[in-house]
């Protein structure tokens, strides 16, 4: 087959996307794995580049819509020319900017939606960029579901250690309880078994958590979440043939004997899973969004202001989201 052609966008130009899409286009396992089509403001990358004191690489530049022609060059940059670039200063976010990372986003979905490029990796966003610029969506997973017209949706992050995936995402943690359903974890775990079994050609072992310390104590914590809520819902998708056990405690949940033998977490609210999983596995995780339409997988960092266009943001999570995408792909 063709080379697959992967939609990167540049992530929130004050970032260190700009500098992870230049890394990404001097990686020779990227460009013989598929052909990269960066969306972005070629203004912002280019200072970018300037900044760093190294030259933009070898690229096929299209301005505004992409084509299904793709031209011989290793990668292509879609410019967007939002003048994200100009008065664009490191580290610093703003509605423009917010708007700018948007705009990358709406384009990348576009081209997949089209048949231009054949799956989505987006690089870091700045959620009160968005914020300033007025857009609603809390985060890239809301948007992607709205986009792909899909009901049925969650998050989760990958690494070839173990693999997280959230029944909550983007929410106080006053409103967790109030959101946990039977239906929604259930949903959750299936989209889960669903994935993992694709991504590791076998049958995945799930464990899903409690979502009160020492998973209520028999009820002597929270409000009988674990009883009346979670534990139907394993019951369910196990009588369903899905391998999954728990509630457990959370608390013990990351142990290493207990990770070696778990492929996934459904976890009950965000940081309950990316607190562990990012400690474990901040290099090399990716975050993908599962039950859509299309293929999208994510950087698991932020946009790391404190270090943008300095050269030290590390690409590996980038490629392994790239290298995923591929693998889901093919």
């Not at 609210?269 to 562990?276: A, K, M, N, V």
């Amino acid at each position: 087959m063709n080379s697959p052609r992967i939609a990167i966008t540049m992530g929130d130009p004050a970032g260190v996307g700009p500098e992870l899409c230049l890394q990404l286009l001097r990686t020779t396992s990227v460009l013989e794995a598929c052909h990269p089509v960066i969306f972005g403001d070629l203004s912002a990358i280019q200072k970018t580049a300037a900044q760093m004191k190294i030259s933009f690489p070898e690229c096929e530049i299209v301005q505004g819509d992409l084509t299904d022609s793709l031209s011989d060059a290793p990668a292509t940059f879609v410019d967007l020319a939002n003048n994200a670039g100009v008065d664009l200063v490191a580290g610093q976010i703003s509605a423009q900017t917010g708007r700018a990372s948007f705009q990358f986003i709406e384009s990348a979905i576009a081209s997949v939606i089209s048949g231009c490029t054949d799956a989505v990796v987006t690089g870091p966003i700045h959620k009160e960029a968005w914020r300033m610029a007025g857009i609603e969506y809390p985060g890239h997973t809301e948007l992607f579901a709205d986009r792909a017209e899909s009901n049925r949706f969650c998050m989760m992050m990958t690494a070839p250690t173990f693999s997280c995936s959230l029944v909550t995402t983007h929410v106080g943690y006053h409103e967790v309880p109030q959101l946990l359903t039977t239906d929604r974890i259930r949903e959750v775990i299936s989209l889960t078994n669903e994935a993992l079994t694709r991504i590791l050609g076998r049958k995945p072992k799930l464990i899903a958590l409690g979502l009160n310390p020492h998973a209520g104590e028999g009820g002597l914590f929270g409000s009988n979440e674990e009883e009346n809520i979670i534990l139907p819902a394993v019951t369910s998708e196990a009588k369903n043939g899905i391998d999954i056990s728990g509630p457990i405690p959370p608390d013990t949940a990351f142990l290493p004997w207990k990770r070696e033998e778990t492929d996934a977490y459904i976890c009950m609210y965000h940081d309950q899973g990316l607190i562990p999983f990012k400690a474990l596995n901040f290099d090399t995780g990716v975050n993908i969004t599962l039950g859509l339409s299309l293929i999208r997988t994510s950087v698991d960092h932020g946009t790391a202001l404190d270090i943008a266009w300095q050269g030290k943001a590390d690409i590996a999570s980038l490629i392994s989201a790239v290298t995923l995408a591929v693998k889901l792909i093919i």
